[in-house]
């Protein structure tokens, strides 16, 4: 079936997203472009065996319809039938734009998708996670948006070889842009991350967690209710309404295990959990539970490693 996917440039690489859908693409061996979005110059996302075009857009220039026009353009004068892209900002505005040019209807919350009978038919998380369903696609374009996560990336070798075209855009003029800033381990591609919850008392007692974090190499993530109470920027948040990661190990601590937490950490392949309540739902998916006060474990754990 000829596909079309998607792709983020972040950092000149693509994205962990986009490398998760090629990974699946592969495994299905569909026949598949890349389109990549980005606004730097020259990034390194060539690939071998996929053809490749990268709309590049100016730095300031946030409003994707043109850029939309342009993959709907691409998507009918090559006959594409199945799009994909990563559930990000960017996408999920983009194939919008794109549902409409081509008249159907995208499915979100993608979690896996099959070939049946030359049609699409995919599973999808609802209720946060709690419940899949199953769909096919009958109309003519399937459009899908992927859960982060969802599949294991592919390994690829990067080279230059690949068309750019840059997009004009002046519907919207921008007038400020604020980059928070990142530093240290990344939330989604990193192999452990430290969370913390309630269960951490207070603000300054997050310094612990950063010491564990610098010990371990680790990424820093929190619960909503600690990002709500201004603890954590939204960006570290873990969960439905927050990041997806799938570390090899997840160390939770002072969280009680809401379903709206563990659907962005769940699929982390060993989670330890400390908490001072033995009955908290967490420890209902943790591979090892500490019962115990936060500020007394943590600080142990930093003396010892
Ligand atoms: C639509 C919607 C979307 C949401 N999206 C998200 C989301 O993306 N991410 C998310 O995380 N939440 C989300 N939530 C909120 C979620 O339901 C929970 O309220 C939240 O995850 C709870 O955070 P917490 O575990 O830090 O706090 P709490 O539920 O208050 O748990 C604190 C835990 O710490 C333990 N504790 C307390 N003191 C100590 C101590 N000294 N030592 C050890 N343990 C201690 C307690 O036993 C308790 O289990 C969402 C909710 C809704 C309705």
Redesign the pocket.
Same mark, same amino acid.
């Given at each position: 079936m000829k596909t079309l996917i998607i792709g983020e440039v972040i950092n000149k690489n693509l994205s962990s997203g986009t490398l998760e859908i090629l990974g699946k693409a592969k495994s299905m061996e569909l026949d598949v472009q890349l389109i990549t979005v980005g606004s730097e110059d020259s990034p390194a996302i060539g690939l071998n065996e996929v053809k490749q075009t990268y709309l590049k857009r100016a730095s300031s220039s946030f409003n994707f319809s043109k850029i939309a026009s342009k993959i709907s353009e691409i998507i009918k004068n090559e006959d594409i039938k199945l799009i994909l892209g990563s559930s990000t900002y960017m996408c999920r505005d983009l194939i919008s734009f794109i549902s409409v040019d081509l008249n159907s209807s995208p499915v979100s919350n993608v979690v896996d998708f099959n070939l049946e009978d030359g049609k699409i038919s995919t599973i999808n998380s609802i209720n946060?996670g709690e419940s899949l369903y199953k769909a096919k696609i009958n109309s003519d374009h399937s459009l899908l948006l992927i859960r982060p996560k969802a599949f294991d990336p592919v390994e690829i070798e990067v080279n230059s070889d690949y068309e750019t075209i840059e997009v004009e855009n002046t519907d919207l003029d921008v007038f400020d842009i604020y980059i928070e800033e990142k530093t240290g381990p990344q939330l989604e591609d990193s192999k452990v991350v430290i969370?913390? =919850?309630?269960?951490?008392?207070e603000k300054e007692n997050l310094e612990m967690i950063e010491t564990l974090a610098n010990k371990l190499n680790a990424a820093i993530g929190? !619960?909503? #209710? $600690?990002?709500?109470a201004g603890w954590m920027p939204y960006s570290q +948040?873990?969960? +439905?309404?927050?990041?997806t990661v799938k570390p090899d190990i997840y160390i939770?601590?002072? $969280? &009680? =295990?809401? !379903? +709206?937490?563990q659907?962005?950490m769940k699929d982390s392949k060993f989670v330890i959990a $400390?908490?001072?309540?033995e009955e #908290?739902?967490?420890f209902q998916l943790a591979d090892l539970g500490i019962v =115990?006060?936060?500020? &007394?474990?943590i600080p142990k754990l930093n003396e010892n490693i």
């Open positions: 946060g969370s913390a =919850g309630r269960g951490m008392v929190g !619960t909503r #209710a $600690i990002v709500d +948040q873990v969960g +439905q309404t927050g990041k939770a601590c002072g $969280i &009680s =295990g809401a !379903t +709206q937490h659907v962005g $400390i908490n001072k309540d #908290a739902p967490i =115990g006060d936060t500020l &007394s474990v």
